[in-house]
């Protein structure tokens, strides 16, 4: 289902969706032809979980995200140039290029600290909520986590922790094994996590839980309002776990384009997609469902959403003038912001 937002509002979400998409797309043809720029992860097949996520908070709300962050930095606003800039280690990414893909961070946008170590944003988040209460502000705080984060003990402390204390943040649980390891293993990682249900280790600390389809963006903001106005009425945390498919070009090590880049046709003339992702676009891809949410109640027609995305591709060609364009920091601002000082 569409959110329960204004029809502009629907179509702003869209298209920031769509950036995530095609700014990533990009990436990944930057990162084959060159030059390296280290390992990354990307987003795509998980934008209508984080952008729907963010549009539920207000822009004082602090996100913490993961390994997996562009979609959060580029659904809160952040410029596609200075994120793209930051992933290839130039001088002027967002962070000067000093944080890369996995720690680049926007605090002035709210989000400020992305980590790879999985788990290692959990107890931040919550800390971050439990600051911003003893000080009197109305925030609240979001730990971005994947079902792998589930296995860490700083998971299992931090819902315990925050249980007790009515912390006001929300556990954004981003389930990504639906079909690959899940059907096999019956539904989650069995390899590493015992409950057979994820929210029940949420459950068994006295948490609200959410468990949600991912591909469902009116689901995941409506999970992610009631958490918010949960957290914002002294009520504490909420545990949402929001489930989909691993994207195929995910699955390998490094990430590539099996088939290409999407096409938005994909999402009424099903029988044009490459047949490996065929299945994929048809059930699994939240982005071409939200599209044809968007044409069934007759908010869009199909050529203005082929507007959409020409606008949109354009301005992520931009980015990556940009990005290219821009320098690597001089050697000897190696040390520049890497120690506090008070
Ligand atoms: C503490 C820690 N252990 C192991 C790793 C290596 N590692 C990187 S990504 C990953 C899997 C993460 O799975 P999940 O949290 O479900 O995120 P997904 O990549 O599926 O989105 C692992 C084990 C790490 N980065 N940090
Ligand atoms: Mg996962």
């Known amino acids: 289902m569409l959110p329960d937002l204004a029809p502009a509002e629907l179509i702003s979400l869209f298209r920031r969706m769509l950036l995530v998409r095609r700014w990533e797309e990009r990436l990944i043809q930057l990162a084959a032809e060159g030059p390296s720029f280290g390992h990354y992860h990307v987003y795509i097949g998980q934008e209508t979980i984080g952008v729907p996520a963010l549009w539920a908070l207000r822009s004082t709300d602090v996100v913490f995200p993961t390994h997996r962050n562009h979609g959060y930095l580029l659904g809160r606003g952040a410029d596609p140039g200075r994120l793209l800039a930051e992933v290839l280690g130039k001088a002027t990414g967002l962070n000067g290029g000093k944080g890369g893909t996995l720690h680049a961070s926007a605090p002035e946008l709210g989000i400020p600290h992305t980590s790879a170590i999985v788990g290692g944003v959990i107890p931040i988040a919550a800390g971050a909520a439990l600051a911003a209460r003893i000080k009197g502000r109305d925030q609240v705080s979001v730990a971005v986590f994947g079902d792998g984060a589930m ?71 409506a999970a992610m309002r009631q958490g918010a106005v949960r957290a914002r009425g002294g009520d504490g945390p909420t545990f949402v776990e929001a489930v989909v498919s691993r994207w195929p070009g995910s699955s390998p ?54 507007r959409i995305d020409s606008e949109v591709r354009a301005a992520v060609e931009q980015a990556v003038r940009f990005a290219t364009d821009s320098a690597y920091p001089p050697a000897d601002a190696a040390y520049d912001n890497v120690f506090a000082s008070s």
């Open 151 to 221: 296995e860490e003990g700083a998971a299992f402390e931090t819902f315990n922790t925050a249980a007790l204390w009515r912390v006001p943040v929300i556990f954004l649980c981003e389930n990504n094994t639906r079909d690959a390891l899940g059907a096999a293993a019956g539904g989650y990682p069995a390899s590493i996590i015992a409950a057979a249900d994820l929210c029940d280790i949420a459950r068994s600390v006295g948490l609200p839980t959410a468990a949600v389809d991912g591909t469902d963006a009116g689901a995941v903001f």
């Open 253 to 306: 090590l490094w990430p590539e384009l099996p088939a290409g880049r999407t096409e938005l046709r994909y999402a009424w003339a099903p029988q044009e997609a490459p047949e490996r992702l065929a299945l994929w676009y048809a059930e699994r891809d939240g982005l071409l469902r939200y599209v044809r949410e968007l044409l069934d109640a007759s908010l869009a027609t199909r050529e203005e959403l082929a």
